[in-house]
Every structure is written in C-alpha cells, then in structure tokens.
C-alpha cells in the first residue's frame, strides 16, 4: 500500500522493506505496534518472516505491552527486531515511547535508532514542520 508522504521524500522510507534491509545489515531494528491482538493478518504474516530469522539468531525478537493511558484506551503491543549488535537499540526504543509526550527531538531520536541518517532525520524534521 503507498504511503503518501513517500512521494515527497528524496529517500526510501524503510516501511515494508524493513526485512531485506535488515538481512543486508542496512537496518539496526524494527518496530511494528497495534493495539493488543489488533495486529491485521497480513501484518502477522509479515511478522513470522522476521520471526524464522529469530529461530536461527539472524534477529532478536522483543514484545513489550504498555497498558491503557489517559490518551489511549487500549493496551499496546510493540514488537520490535533488532540485529544482534544492536539489540541496545531495544530498550532505547521502548524508553523513548514511554515519554508522556512527544517533540521534534524525540521524532529525531526515532528515526535515528530506526536507522535513519541524519540528513533523512534533517529532511523529515523539515517535513514535520521543525
């Protein structure tokens, strides 16, 4: 499915090619949420590509659930993938999204920890009106 920001970007983003760019060493760590059991079915198909990676140690594989907040009413489920060197990347991740609010700094600190270079991370501020 097209993502209509993509378009307007001078790069790739990583959404639905996160896999083979992980296998190719060009992607420290993935991250896929939904509310609790939510995930749709062609996602969890998506899911268990990474997940046979998981079974040889190729990936690390790490399910988090924050409970329901005052913003949200559902609990969520953050499956993230890391390559072994980067597993770090993890609980940076899940400390990052536990901040009760969100800024162009934390939007930077994302993207860097997803992968991203910093002129992509400078581009996409831009976009976000930073």
């Not at 090619?17 to 296998?23: F, H, P, S, W």
């Not at 992607?27 to 079974?55: E, N």
């Amino acid at each position: 499915m097209p993502i209509p920001i993509a378009a307007r970007l001078p790069y790739p983003l990583h959404t639905n090619r996160e896999l083979g760019m992980m296998l190719a060493g060009t992607k420290p760590l993935a991250r896929f949420c939904d509310a609790r059991d939510q995930f749709p079915a062609v996602v969890i198909r998506y899911l268990r590509l990474f997940d046979r990676h998981v079974a040889n140690g190729t990936l690390v594989r790490t399910d988090h659930f924050a409970e329901p907040t005052s913003d949200r009413t559902f609990a969520l489920h953050t499956i993230l993938f890391a390559l072994p060197a980067e597993v770090w990347r993890i609980a940076a991740m899940i400390e990052l999204h536990s901040s009760p609010q969100w800024s162009l700094a934390h939007e930077r600190k994302e993207g860097e920890l997803l992968g991203y270079a910093d002129w992509m991370n400078d581009h996409w501020i831009a976009q976000s009106g930073g």
